[in-house]
């Protein structure tokens, strides 16, 4: 259930790049935390040079020109450690996929919960059950 919005410095990445991006952020939700494959809900957003402002050294770490942001709307009932797990395997396979430093990913978990996701149907499918995974 976790969606995932990555906004990325226009015109950095090819295609096959970003298509890595979307199968790498997928994949850190299956080995990370053992969600099933198809729980795949990504949007890649390409920004101009005036609308993605990233500091490079922020909390020295070295971000460099093609630094992005990922935010994922993550269910509110993952513990902290599944939190620390994601954020791994977000920044190591968001890197490889595309080339860049871990340096460069910037990463937000922003905890929903269960309830407020409708995967179609006008439904709240979970609503009033527990977490499946």
Do not use: C, Y
């Amino acid at each position: 259930m976790p969606v995932f919005n990555a906004h990325l410095p226009a015109k950095r990445f090819s295609s096959a790049q970003k298509r890595d991006l979307g199968n790498a952020l997928n994949q850190s939700l299956v080995q990370g935390l053992g969600i099933p494959a198809g729980d795949r809900f990504i949007m890649l957003q390409e920004h101009g040079e005036d609308e993605l402002f990233i500091d490079p050294d922020f909390m020295d770490i070295h971000r460099g020109p093609d630094a992005v942001i990922i935010t994922v709307l993550f269910g509110a009932h993952r513990p902290l450690s599944d939190k620390h797990k994601v954020v791994k395997e977000i920044g190591e396979r968001a890197s490889h996929a595309l080339g860049i430093s871990s340096d460069s990913i910037f990463i937000v978990l922003i905890p929903v919960p269960n309830e407020n996701f409708s995967f179609g149907r006008g439904e709240l499918q979970l609503a009033g059950t527990a977490a499946k995974w």
